[in-house]
């Protein structure tokens, strides 16, 4: 019995310190529940919006977190929402844009081409991270009752957060990682996890190209084609993106698996040996094939080239192997933008015409991915709901002039420093220049938009009308869009999208400014009874407006003119004197020269009659 006692003290003795040093460190305060992916809405608390902290949960060194790009979806999904989540990394968050990656494009063409669906995109993905953030939120994503899931990742793995070659790599095992995912929750975790970081930091040596977040990154420079590392990558993305696919199929969510694309003809290896099996040796001899039109010999001598490049920042083709294996082991739908990619493309071999560098497609690469994840979608929804897309033709993707002019500020930026080291210095941005601070947060990207689209509206309507839509776009749950929108529809003079625009908007969004924009559109359009109705319902809410008071006095004016039925000369010259200066108050000029016109046809000119005349003049 005493042996028996002296075993359980043993065993529990261990266990009993840990709870009291969890319960410890929780009473002191250190440390800190993880981040939840999803978080109520500044704006409106009936939405979620991802949490800007989301990304903490894979970086030890908190200062390497990248955060999402700002999206919201309804807390109580309606019955008419088709819900997409999108996963990956840098590439699928749409860098270097903000409203112009692929995800939003889909988004705005879903909505174009479904007008009975409430169509919600949520792009979750986060920059430096890998198939352990993808796997890590799934549980989350499942909870948000997702209708499809769009993957598109793998350039990452091993460099990405977690990754086996990185600087926040937690191990080679995927199973110990993951369950080092799962175990952050407690104190004594993440006690440990600042400890041994504090540990790596003061062994490491002071890099000097650590100023970048892809070299801060960067553990192993180096990994040879079918190495240990190598091979190790393989698996993480093996099994992480195998849990991955799994959980969604045990939860009915339908998986759209995407395959990759990436810079094989214009883009030259990062880091090479020597020798003629070197990266550069065969990116060369492929460069070589081509001009001599041996085409298929380049594409594979480029593909050698990509996967013998020491520098992982491109996935090998193992990885692209292995989204083949698994969309077919899963039975995922597979999204080919490789090649949408390659039916592009000069000799079908990608490079510059769609690529900004290495990985990041422009914004004609964009489009292209928008549409083939379309197709998919497409068939989903056919399969789902029996809907098939609206073929109304002339749908443009909207697309900020400010997004793409910054992309290409950003990406010359990138090229300048390591590992690309192939831009000119001279365009280097001065730290203090307005895109730095653009870069830096300091300038955030719903200001780059407002003053971007308020500089557009008078001499360039149509952008402003672009930069609003993307606004609108991202936050449909705020007036402020909705006006924007409207207010560059009436300058281009598109009344009835004004008209269509303001009153479907949500009701519990509907202001005062939306009526008076409305009234304004109606007068333009010469819809005087929709004028009228709106003019008195703005009346009912500022009785004393001297100005609505005799907008509505016009208005009504106006409207006795135009009564079915009534001829102008049988008409009373009071009531036309009226109706002109109603007119000519809310300078409607031609209708006013128009009736004028009549007006001094056979009739002698009265004092009220030329001041009238007088003051149309002076419009």
């Known amino acids: 019995m005493k042996r028996i006692v002296f075993y359980a003290i043993t065993l529990l003795t261990p266990i009993i310190l840990l709870i009291a040093l969890e319960l410890l460190l929780r009473m002191f305060g250190y440390g800190e529940s993880p981040q939840p992916l999803f978080v109520t809405d500044k704006f409106d608390s009936g939405y979620w919006t991802l949490n800007p902290r989301f990304a903490e949960r894979y970086f030890s060194d908190q200062a390497f977190a990248t955060a999402p790009q700002y999206e919201v979806m309804e807390k109580a999904k309606g019955d008419s929402t088709f819900r997409i989540f999108v996963q990956g990394a840098s590439s699928s968050a749409g860098f270097p844009y903000h409203n112009a990656s692929f995800p939003k494009l889909l988004e705005q063409r879903l909505q174009a081409q479904y007008p009975t669906l409430n169509v919600e995109v949520i792009n979750t993905s986060l920059v430096a991270t890998n198939s352990y953030a993808m796997l890590d939120m799934a549980n ?20 990405g957060a977690l990754g ?33 970081q504090s540990i790596r ?18 553990r192993e420079d180096a990994i040879p084609y079918g190495s240990d590392l190598y091979v190790k990558g393989l698996k993480q993305y093996e099994f992480n993106l195998s849990r991955l696919l799994n959980k969604y199929r045990r939860a009915g969510v339908s998986v759209g698996l995407s395959t990759l694309v990436s810079n094989l003809a214009d883009f030259s290896p990062f880091l090479s040996e020597n020798g003629s099996e070197s990266a550069l040796t065969l990116y060369n001899d492929g460069l070589e094939k081509r001009r001599n039109g041996e085409l298929e010999e380049a594409v594979s001598l480029f593909n050698k080239a990509k996967d013998m490049d020491l520098l992982k920042f491109r996935a090998p083709s193992g990885i692209d192997s292995l989204i083949i294996q698994l969309r077919d082991k899963y039975e995922a739908r597979l999204i080919d933008i490789k090649d949408a990619f390659e039916q592009y493309s000069p000799d079908r071999l990608i490079g510059g015409e769609l ?4 990985v990041h497609p422009n914004l004609k690469g964009q489009r292209l991915m928008a549409d083939r ?5 497409a068939q989903t929804i056919a399969e789902q709901w029996g809907l098939f897309p609206s073929q109304g033709g002339g749908f443009q993707y909207a697309i900020a002039p400010a997004d793409s002019l910054y992309a290409e500020i950003l990406i010359s930026q990138l090229l300048l420093d390591w590992p690309f080291n192939r831009g000119d210095e001279s365009q280097r941005i001065d730290p203090g220049s307005r895109a730095a601070q653009v870069f830096s947060g300091a300038i955030s990207w719903d200001q780059v938009l407002l003053d971007s689209y308020y500089s557009q509206l008078g001499s360039t309507p149509y952008q402003a009308l672009q930069t609003a839509r993307v606004m609108l776009q991202d936050s449909p749950h705020r007036e402020e869009p909705y006006l924007l929108t409207g207010e560059a529809y009436l300058r281009l003079g598109q009344f009835e999208k004004v008209e269509q625009l303001l009153s479907a908007m949500p009701k519990q969004l509907q202001s005062v400014r939306i009526t008076t924009l409305r009234q304004k559109n109606a007068i333009a359009n010469d819809q005087f009874y929709l004028a009228a109705e709106l003019t008195k319902e703005l009346l009912s809410q500022k009785p004393k407006d001297y100005l609505l008071s005799n907008q509505l006095k016009s208005i009504e004016s106006i409207i ?3 009564e079915p039925g009534k001829k102008l000369h049988e008409m009373p010259e009071s009531v036309l004197l009226d109706a002109l200066e109603g007119y000519i108050f809310l300078e409607k000029s031609e209708a006013a020269r128009q009736l004028l016109g009549s007006l001094k046809v056979g009739r002698d000119s009265s004092e009220r009659l030329l001041s009238l005349e007088r003051r149309l003049g002076s419009i």
């Open 373 to 377: 994840a379309f197709t998919a979608v």
């Open 140 to 159: 989350e994503i499942i909870n948000a009752q997702p209708d499809m899931v769009i993957i598109y990742g793998g350039h990452n793995e091993y460099y």
């Open 201 to 218: 930091a003061k062994a490491n040596l002071p890099n000097s190209r650590s100023h970048t977040l892809m070299a801060r990154m960067i």
């Open 560 to 562: 006795l003119l135009l």
């Open 164 to 196: 086996v070659a990185s600087t926040q790599s937690k191990g080679s095992s995927p199973r110990l990682v993951n369950t080092y995912l799962s175990l952050k929750k407690y104190r004594i975790v993440q006690l440990l996890s600042k400890l041994t």
């Open 355 to 358: 690529m900004h560098e290495h």
